[in-house]
């Protein structure tokens, strides 16, 4: 389904009401002449109030939850909470699209697996692909080259690359609710950062495009890198297959410790790989705020996991447990089709 | 000798002139009323001017060597950069200082070397440990507890812990011309850095009171963490004797890398440890500027290393080759005797 035709089938009734709020992204003006609304994309209800709360209770000089501004810190993972990861992460469909310019320069790897079957075109054997035949995948996609080359190449492809659904580029795939939710804490002296388990180097190259979060704010699954000189005397560095940093599950609150050194006061997952990093966040003392946002609006966006009873996709685990870890623990459950009044910017 | 007496016979004369301007740390301003000289204890000379200069060529909008907000990232060394590291570093004092507390909850290392030279008090032997010997040390008083309980103990210490020539708190030793330095590039839109050789979770505890850098900005040798659950299950993390950043020589563009992301514009250090920072830094295109701070002041603060014709010593090696490549680099030796006014802010 085109984006047009989803604006349409949801929009439409309401089209001239909300003509002059989606002209642009500017913060919506009350008709009373308030201050505009920050959260504009979210529809009041308890996530809502939960984040208007929170910043109320960590930023108001007096109250016993007030937090020095050096200490306003707030981790968001990316894939499924930032932008779409359905049906597939997109650093997975770069890895993918490099596999024919790695074999060209390694061609010992043509006629073995999983290269070979990436290269067949074969997509529903592409789709079977182990974890494991993945991991190969991206430790050669990822590697060997300068961390300049990858840059650059990382940048063409994301300026490029669409997602087979919307027809957008990935990264016109960012919500829009939560971009207002980055943009809202920042403006109450919350450093916000993307925690992914994603790669930290291919999230940097567009992060503080697309995100305003600058690279140095990007924690991610890192590899390591080799410093070395060309012939020439001039320094620079290589991207090795070595994992330093799996930045999935615990691996979240060790990368905050080790690249942040202080816990969050606010974290927002969607997936078991956040579990940890929203239970440390949480378990610290005042006001915390965790939150889990819930895929189950398949006609904006998709309905997955949880939204149609299956606790595993090949993006994410999703059991109940987590639900109810969530309940137990305070967590707020943001329902993308109750919540958020628009998925997406170019929605109308 | 004390501070007092170092005053007395360096400033003694000199002290009516110069007593309005020592009252405080406060800018001097200049006796014309323009505005006061952000770095007021440099001497006027190249090492001043280069850094002017540098910040003038990067934040001139206009200038093809204008530099974006974003991308200003300065990277300063800590020991014999920032503060006094000789005769020993402040952190290995703190190491050997805690071995009684490891030997009271683990006492099978009692009878174990290095640790029973340390329970010693040997100064002589202690002075003749390994550098192995020290790394063993190191692993054993720097792991085996919560992030927490760390933080606090080496926070307890620091506030205490003095330097035995100066008889003055560790913290009292950074380096006056160096802390302006700091100021004057933040004001200017810079992100000050610490990427140092040390442990980064040491230096965190007190990087943000003494130098003004947040702990997210502390680059340093980092050890593993453990996630776990206390029995009520409240997550933590737990210090691991597992190395992740060895961040000396090439380790330190290494780990600019993996925690910033971005190549500096500026890097200061004063030893080969600091070599390929400054090679990387330097390395990239536009104004670039790098220096080394030459230990050459015996009665103020230290002289060693090359100001003595040794190339190593047990903080640091200092080889003639390292200053003919900041010759042929273009990287600024700053001269503790010549071009700093004073050392540090008690000075009179």
Not at 75 to 95: A, E, K, N, R
Not at 273 to 296: S, V
Request: charged share 20%; aromatic share 10%; proline share 7%.
């Amino acid at each position: 389904m085109k984006p047009s035709s989803i604006s349409r089938r949801f929009f439409g009734g309401l089209f001239g009401a909300v003509c002059a709020l989606a002209l642009s992204s500017l913060p919506v003006m009350a008709q009373d002449g308030a201050a505009p609304d920050p959260l504009a994309s979210w529809n009041d209800g308890a996530a809502k109030q939960a984040i208007t709360d929170f910043v109320r209770d960590t930023t108001t000089a007096g109250k016993p939850t007030f937090v020095p501004p050096a200490e306003r810190i707030a981790t968001f993972d990316q894939d499924g909470t930032l932008w779409v990861s359905h049906p597939i992460y997109t650093q997975v469909v770069y890895c993918l699209e490099r596999v024919p310019a790695v074999v060209a320069q390694r061609p010992e790897l043509r006629n073995v697996e999983p290269f070979k079957t990436v290269l067949s075109g074969d997509r529903a054997a592409i789709a079977r692909l182990s974890t494991k035949d993945l991991e190969k995948i991206l430790a050669a996609t990822l590697s060997g080259m300068s961390v300049e080359d990858f840059n650059a190449d990382a940048a063409a492809w994301i300026a490029r690359a669409k997602h087979p659904r919307f027809d957008r580029l990935y990264t016109d795939l960012v919500y829009q609710p939560m971009l207002e939710l980055l943009g809202y804490l920042r403006a109450n002296g919350y450093k916000t950062y993307i925690v992914t388990g994603g790669g930290q180097d291919f999230v940097r190259v567009y992060s503080e495009r697309v995100y305003g979060i600058p690279p140095e704010q990007v924690v991610g699954s890192a590899g390591g890198t080799k410093f070395g000189y060309r012939p020439d005397g001039t320094p620079f560095l290589t991207k090795e297959p070595k994992l330093l940093l799996n930045d999935n599950n615990a691996g979240k609150p060790e990368g905050i410790h080790l690249m942040i050194g202080r816990r969050p006061m606010a974290a927002f997952g969607n997936s078991t790989g956040d579990r940890q990093m929203l239970e440390y966040t949480t378990a610290g003392p005042g006001a915390r705020l965790g939150m889990l946002i819930l895929h189950d609006d398949g006609p904006r966006e998709f309905a997955y996991g949880p939204a149609r009873g299956l606790p595993d996709t090949r993006i994410g685990t999703f059991p109940q447990a987590l639900y109810d870890e969530a309940g137990k623990r305070g967590w707020v459950v943001v329902s993308m089709k109750n919540d958020w009044k628009r998925i997406f910017a170019f929605e109308r």
